[in-house]
Nanobody
Framework: QVQLVESGGGLVQAGGSLRLSCAASGRTFSSYAMGWFRQAPGKEREFVAAISWSGGSTYYADSVKGRFTISRDNAKNTVYLQMNSLKPEDTAVYYC?????????????????WGQGTQVTVSS
């Protein structure tokens, strides 16, 4: 069992930055690939970024490539999402998720555990 708790969301002006954190419980964190998804009101949950268990591979949605960076610290059981050059269309609830073994990083169904989400609001 893995429990995930996101933090770092908030209100920011367009062009600003935020760093989201996702703290995981459990001794097996380093064996999980981790992902970030987001969901805006009335829209489906969409993939944002993912990182392999070692941190050696990262994956991004085209909409955030070059602006967001995913990273992890296995010693701290934490995954991060650094978000720069934020746009109003980035406004959503952001969720982190853990994938033990599916490898389907881009799809919510590939993940085994989810956090409760953190709100990110970007004003224009």
């Amino acid at each position: 069992q893995v429990q995930l708790v996101e933090s770092g969301g908030g209100l920011v002006q367009a062009g600003g930055s935020l760093r989201l954190s996702c703290a995981a419980s459990g001794r097996t964190f380093s064996s999980y690939a981790m992902g970030w998804f987001r969901q805006a009101p009335g829209k489906e949950r969409e993939f944002v970024a993912a990182i392999s268990w070692s941190g050696g591979s990262t994956y991004y949605a085209d909409s955030v490539k070059g602006r967001f960076t995913i990273s992890r610290d296995n010693a701290k059981n934490t995954v991060y999402l650094q978000m720069n050059s934020l746009k109003p269309e980035d406004t959503a609830v952001y969720y982190c998720a853990a994938d033990c073994c599916s490898g389907s990083y881009y799809y919510p169904r590939g993940y085994d555990y989810w956090g409760q989400g953190t709100q990110v609001t970007v004003s224009s």
